[in-house]
């Protein structure tokens, strides 16, 4: 951890003292040009904001990350196209499903639920494309999708026969599946990277990013399990269950060489300079004796991802042939 670069627009000024020649009054006068001027992305605005000459700042540069708080990587090519793809056929889907001609209050309700999950996958794109430090369309995303999905549960529980017409209520537990796997997968893609950026935002908190990444880690565990017991006790006729068991299991083992050798979920699923701002957290305050434990249980539950992985693609194959 002591080799890695110091991200000159995040360092404390006990760690922009471990850069050649910044001794506390040129950490200040770095620290006093980032909060009142913007933030440093060359290496003139580190001249500029240190008072180190041209040669000493070429012979630090090795040492500094650039990396801006103001606007962060994207995700990667593959997570892009995943998730451009499931929030387009997530819109679509949706408006096809809308019946705007009728107006009682049950199809009212129903078309709003639908409204509701079609700006999420909006607010997906937006996420998505924007690249914010501040996950202002990530948060409205989780918050429009949880809304929608609380009114449809609404129209599933109350009986059918009262409240949905028949033939709304055969097409709203198809719909429903379809529009949660497809957001969980932005979510799981994604989840990562909008949590990241929210701690930046609200000031990070290292204790606060471990759980998050536990948590972000062991989900790929029970997940597998609810959707293994879904193919085979509650498998409808329709092909959502088992598109999505084919990218979850792909996603598992895919990801588990990774974790074989230490590096978390939640940290492969980060860009390159989003991984460097994580470690860059992590090496403030956590202790070897901690990082090592860490690495053992990612290795243990590496091991695990394989034989969910395997599991859920076998039972799934098994699906799709007696399909």
């Known amino acids: 951890m002591t080799d890695l670069p110091i991200l000159i627009n995040l360092a404390t000024r006990e760690e922009l003292q471990k850069i050649k020649g910044i001794g506390p009054k040129r950490a200040e006068q ?11 992305s060359t290496s003139t605005e580190l001249i500029k904001a240190s008072g180190l000459t ?10 500094v990350d650039w990396s801006s708080t103001k606007k962060m990587a994207g995700y990667d090519a593959g997570t892009v196209i995943v998730t451009l793809l499931s929030s387009i056929v997530t819109i679509i889907t949706g408006i096809s499903q809308g019946k705007l001609s009728e107006a009682n209050s049950t ?43 609380f009114i449809f549960s609404i129209l599933l529980i109350v009986p059918s026969t009262y409240l949905v017409p028949a033939d709304n209520a055969a097409s709203i537990p198809g719909l429903l599946t379809l529009l949660i796997f497809l957001n969980l997968i932005f979510y799981l893609n994604n989840g990562p990277s909008i949590y990241l950026r929210y ?16 948590i972000y880690q062991y989900a790929y565990i029970f997940l597998p399990l609810i959707l293994v017991y879904i193919l085979v006790f509650l498998d409808s006729l329709f092909w ?16 588990s060489p990774a974790m074989l050798s230490g590096v978390s979920h939640f940290r492969f699923n980060l860009s390159e300079s989003e991984k460097k701002l994580y470690l860059f957290f992590l090496s403030r305050d956590s202790s070897s004796e901690i990082r090592s434990e860490g690495r053992l249980r990612i290795t243990a539950l590496g091991k695990v991802y394989i034989i969910m992985g ?11 042939i007696i399909l």
């Open 107 to 149: 199809q009212i309700l129903y078309n709003f639920g639908i409204l509701l999950v079609i700006f999420s996958s909006v607010s997906n794109l937006i996420e998505l494309l924007s690249k914010r430090v501040i996950p202002l369309w990530g948060i409205l995303a989780m918050l429009l999708l949880a809304s929608g999905l």
């Open 240 to 255: 959502f269950e088992e598109l999505f068991a084919l990218w979850l299991g792909s996603t598992l083992i895919l990801s």
């Open 54 to 63: 041209s040669a000493q700042v070429e012979g630090i540069s090795k040492t």
């Open 199 to 214: 701690q930046v935002w609200r000031g990070v908190n290292n204790q606060k990013l471990m759980i998050a990444e536990r």
């Open 310 to 320: 395997s599991l859920v693609l076998t039972i799934t194959a098994v699906q799709i």
């Open 30 to 40: 770095i620290i006093k040009y980032r909060e009142e001027i913007s933030d440093i």
